[in-house]
């Protein structure tokens, strides 16, 4: 079955306790994002990457790293995380990102920071 | 950074009515995709539009580009509580790298369908 995993799917920390949550696609896509949702908000994207060790930083990238070393996995990486970091997130695979290109989203992540 | 404005931010109404969702920028989408998201899952995309004034239907669903590509509705008639979910708006233009294209979402529309 064609899908995007995250893990873990839900998770509770404390200010300044490095966590990382990963994503896994298995349709070859070489396009992964990360966005984090907030109330009113909409989506809005941390980082994305176009290929392998390919990264750039979207609207939001402050306190957050990434790493594309395989195709298949884009882990976003919290550093220190902050209470401003609670939030839904959610990761994002395509072919690449154009016209009529389809993402498919993983079933996203619930990040409380203490 | 270009801003999706969506309206009404939530919206509750009643079984077998129809509605209308809105989608506006002041900045022009080369395509404008409809996701919907039910809760504890993410978003699913619905429809993409390609050229100004493009109208879809997706069975009850309808949805318009507008001319300029600025802007986009979301109509449904006969609401069901299956329509029940967020619905996002997400417009495509050219990144600044790469020359790919690059998704900015709208602030999403809660619909609630009541039985």
């Known amino acids: 079955e064609a899908q995007v995993t995250q893990n873990p799917r839900y998770l509770i920390t404390v200010t300044g306790k490095k966590l990382t949550v990963t994503c896994s696609q298995n349709m070859n896509h070489e396009y992964m994002s990360w966005y984090r949702q907030d109330p009113g908000l909409g989506l809005r994207q941390i980082y994305y990457s176009m290929n392998v060790e390919v990264t750039d930083k979207g609207d939001v990238p402050e306190g957050y790293k990434v790493s594309r070393k395989e195709k298949r996995n884009f882990p976003l990486i919290l550093e220190s995380p902050s209470p401003n970091q609670t939030s839904l997130y959610f990761c994002?695979?395509?072919?690449?990102?154009?016209?009529?290109?389809?993402?498919?989203f993983g079933p996203g992540t619930r990040l409380l920071v203490l | 950074t270009q801003l999706l404005e969506q309206s009404p931010q939530f919206l509750s109404i009643q079984e077998g009515e129809n509605l209308t969702v809105y989608c506006n920028s002041s900045s022009v989408f080369s395509s404008l995709q409809w996701y919907r998201q039910e809760p504890g899952e993410g978003p699913v995309l619905l429809v993409t539009v390609v050229t100004g004034g493009e109208v879809k239907k997706l069975k009850r669903l309808t949805f318009q580009f507008g001319d300029a590509r600025k802007d986009s509705s979301l109509h449904i008639t006969a609401a069901q509580p299956g329509d029940t979910g967020l619905y996002l708006c997400a417009g495509a233009a050219l990144a600044t790298n790469f020359g790919n294209e690059k998704l900015t979402f709208g602030t999403g529309t809660r619909l609630t369908i009541i039985p």
């Open positions: 994002a695979s395509s072919f690449y990102v154009g016209v009529q290109e389809t993402q498919y």
